[in-house]
């Protein structure tokens, strides 16, 4: 079954950038979305196919992917932008496949 | 605005069927284009895809979970439906329903409040 890898945690400077990572074999050729989870409060997709935002959420989220790695990019963090974050995709023979999670916190 | 919401009881005993249900306003269930999906995520633990349907037919399961897993849908209430069977502790979750945003590969738009379940022994 396809499988997703992303760090357990990371920190990030207030005003800073926060790069998130997602490694899956040869993840460059599926499309990769972003979730925002926050205790208490439903997952929030802040990327889709790979680089695109869904209406509302800031410029300050977005996405890349290529080879084996698909990379979140926060900018000028904020405080509200500490979470957790999740990668998922769509793999035709495990469906639905989301990494392990990202804990974000902003200093 | 499509709107998803999760109801059914908060408390079930080992051995037993969970049964939830989600409630969806603002889309039709019936329409063939969407998946409706439910997934959970356990306490301090990632997020997890449980299964999905479609009203086009297809329906697709977890491989981990598919011996026990049902996922029905009542139209007229534009609900649907997830039972998981003989559950034990490590069924403990939030449960979510979710749908796909059309032509998207997959991308979860939109998203229940969640619902807490505990197995109790």
């Known amino acids: 079954s396809y499988e997703l890898t992303q760090p357990l945690s990371i920190s990030v400077a207030l005003g800073q950038t926060a790069r998130l990572t997602c490694g899956g074999n040869?993840?460059?050729?599926?499309?990769v979305h972003w979730y925002q989870k926050k205790p208490g409060q439903a997952p929030v997709m802040v990327i889709y196919?790979?680089?695109n935002r869904p209406s509302g959420i800031p410029e300050r989220f977005s996405g890349s992917n290529s080879g084996n790695t698909a990379t979140l990019i926060i900018s000028r963090a904020q405080a509200g932008d500490e979470a957790e974050y999740y990668c998922?995709?769509?793999?035709?023979?495990?469906?639905?496949?989301f990494g392990a999670g990202t804990t974000v916190t902003v200093l | 605005q499509v709107q998803l919401q999760e109801s059914g009881p908060g408390l079930v005993k080992a051995s037993q069927t969970l049964s939830l249900t989600c409630t969806v306003s603002?889309?039709?269930?019936?329409?063939?284009?969407?998946?409706w999906n439910w997934i959970r995520q356990p306490a301090g633990k990632g997020l997890e895809w449980i299964g999905r349907?479609?009203?086009?037919?297809?329906?697709d399961f977890n491989p981990s979970l598919k011996s026990r897993v049902t996922i029905s849908v009542d139209t007229p209430k534009n609900q649907f439906s997830l039972k998981l069977t003989s559950v034990t502790a490590a069924d403990t979750a939030v449960y979510y329903c979710?749908?796909?945003?059309?032509?998207?590969?997959?991308?979860?738009?939109?998203w229940g409040q969640g619902l807490v379940v505990d197995v109790s022994s």
């Open positions: 979710a749908r796909d945003t059309y032509g998207d590969y997959g991308a979860l738009g939109f």
């Open positions: 603002g889309a039709s269930i019936s329409s063939t284009i969407y998946f």
């Open positions: 349907f479609s009203s086009s037919g297809i329906t």
């Open positions: 040869n993840i460059g050729n599926k499309n």
């Open positions: 196919r790979d680089r």
């Open positions: 998922q995709v769509w793999d035709s023979s495990a469906l639905y496949v």
